[in-house]
Antibody, heavy 119, light 110 residues
Framework: QVQLQESGPGLVRPSQTLSLSCSVS??????????WTWIRQPAGKGLEWVGR???????DYNPSLKSRVTISVDTANNQFSLRLTSVTAADTAVYFC???????????WGQGTMVIVSS | SYVLTQPPSVSLAPGKTARITCGGN??????VHWYQQKPGQAPVVVIH???DRPSGIPERFSGSNSGNTATLTIRGVEAADEADYYC?????????????FGGGTKLSVL
């Protein structure tokens, strides 16, 4: 049973870099044809796709965030990570990591981690 | 960028049939997934690939997709179905392909 767990600071200062990790347990991040994905949700609002990484390291990003986002995979530690630079209050959200297919079908989700951008 | 349009809310009495729409340009040519999200929880897929129901999802949930509208249908709604529902597609019609979420529909069971 594959499980995902997000981790990282809950508070980030404006203009700084948000860094989160998603630990994969119960299976190998390199196994299968899965896309390891970050999705976020501001309080009281809808879901927003941030981007994804394949085990090979290839990535796709939300065009609206592309200039600030980097998603990478660490196969040695069975985890993948999100970096979002130059954050503002608009980046305050619950960040979910998820495993899915090429077409956005996500069957496994982390519980989500709240990140607040504030001075 | 590709836009998916959902009604903000749908309200109905228990036992009725809920139809939640997801509008998008030629969405019928794409594969649509539907997620249910309850407060404080991660989303759960209730329909994938237009009309396939994952194991464990009640048969009351069904999906269709044609033309410019995809629809999630929930027959005989129950209080437990009260949640936010999101449609999702993979759009590759631009130079910057991306997964796109609809704005979400809050289903209220009166």
């Amino acid at each position: 049973q594959v499980q995902l767990q997000e981790s990282g600071p809950g508070l980030v200062r404006p203009s700084q870099t948000l860094s989160l990790s998603c630990s994969v347990s119960g299976g190998s991040i390199s196994g299968g044809t899965f896309y390891w994905t970050w999705i976020r949700q501001p309080a009281g609002k809808g879901l927003e796709w941030v981007g994804r990484v394949y085990a090979s390291g290839s990535t796709d990003y939300n065009p609206s965030l592309k200039s600030r986002v980097t998603i990478s995979v660490d196969t040695a530690n069975n985890q993948f990570s999100l970096r979002l630079t130059s954050v503002t209050a608009a980046d305050t959200a619950v960040y979910f990591c998820a495993r899915g297919d090429y077409y956005g079908y996500y069957t496994i989700w982390g519980q989500g981690t709240m990140v607040i951008v504030s001075s | 960028s590709y836009v998916l349009t959902q009604p903000p809310s749908v309200s109905l009495a228990p036992g009725k049939t809920a139809r939640i729409t997801c509008g998008g340009n030629n969405i019928g040519s794409k594969s649509v997934h539907w997620y249910q999200q309850k407060p404080g929880q991660a989303p759960v897929v209730v329909i994938h690939s237009d009309s396939d129901r994952p194991s464990g999802i009640p048969e009351r949930f069904s999906g269709s997709n044609s033309g410019n509208t995809a629809t999630l249908t929930i027959r005989g709604v129950e209080a437990a179905d009260e949640a936010d529902y999101y449609c999702v597609v993979w759009d590759h019609t631009t130079d910057e392909p991306a997964v796109v979420f609809g704005g979400g529909t809050k289903l209220s069971v009166l």
